[in-house]
């Protein structure tokens, strides 16, 4: 399987506003007590690759660790500047690698946990990862505005919702 990561609000209630209200500072800052409300609210995040369709990925702490790395990877993938994104999370503990050649992404799945990558590297276009992590941030926006409606008119989510 190719890298993919997806966010599915299919299941997803828009939140009461209680308790977003108190959402401040910056997107390290954000991502824990966001993601609390994104899983409390039924979304839900899953990521696959290297050979494993299905990663053990939650959306409290994995996707909160993955967020605040998206505006450098996507911008990396913009410029076509070597990038990564880290599940640094314990019990995923994975780094994708990503290096670009062209109009080629070369991706490497490297893991300091129990699990092993059956496949160590996948190479995909350019634009097929891009639009992948466009998709994904797209609903993603889509689901803050759900969950803390007044997150979602600050950046980065205002610009990844009209991607």
């Known amino acids: 399987m190719t890298f993919e ?15 977003s209200t108190d ?18 609210a039924g979304v839900k995040f899953r990521a696959g690759g290297f050979g494993d369709d ?6 409290r702490f994995d996707l909160a660790s993955i967020i605040p790395q998206l505006p450098s990877v996507i911008d990396s993938l913009n ?8 599940f640094f ?3 995923i503990q994975r780094l994708i690698v990503i290096t670009f050649h ?8 490297h893991s300091s946990g129990k699990w092993k990558p059956r496949e160590l590297q996948e190479e995909r276009s350019r634009r097929d990862l891009g639009d992948m992590l ?3 941030v797209n609903k993603l926006s889509a689901a803050v505005s ?18």
């Open 5 to 19: 990561i997806e966010i599915d609000t299919s299941e997803a209630i828009r939140a009461s506003g209680t308790g």
């Open 23 to 40: 959402l401040r500072g910056d997107l390290d800052e954000l991502a824990l007590p966001l993601c609390d409300l994104l899983d409390e």
């Open 54 to 59: 299905q990663w053990p990925v939650d959306v």
């Open 79 to 86: 410029s076509g500047s070597d990038t990564e994104l880290d």
């Open 89 to 91: 999370e314990q019990g």
């Open 102 to 109: 062209g109009d080629q992404a070369v991706l490497k799945c």
């Open 134 to 136: 466009i998709r994904f």
């Open 146 to 163: 759900l969950v803390a409606p007044e997150l979602s008119i600050i950046e980065p989510f205002t610009t990844w919702a009209r991607l």
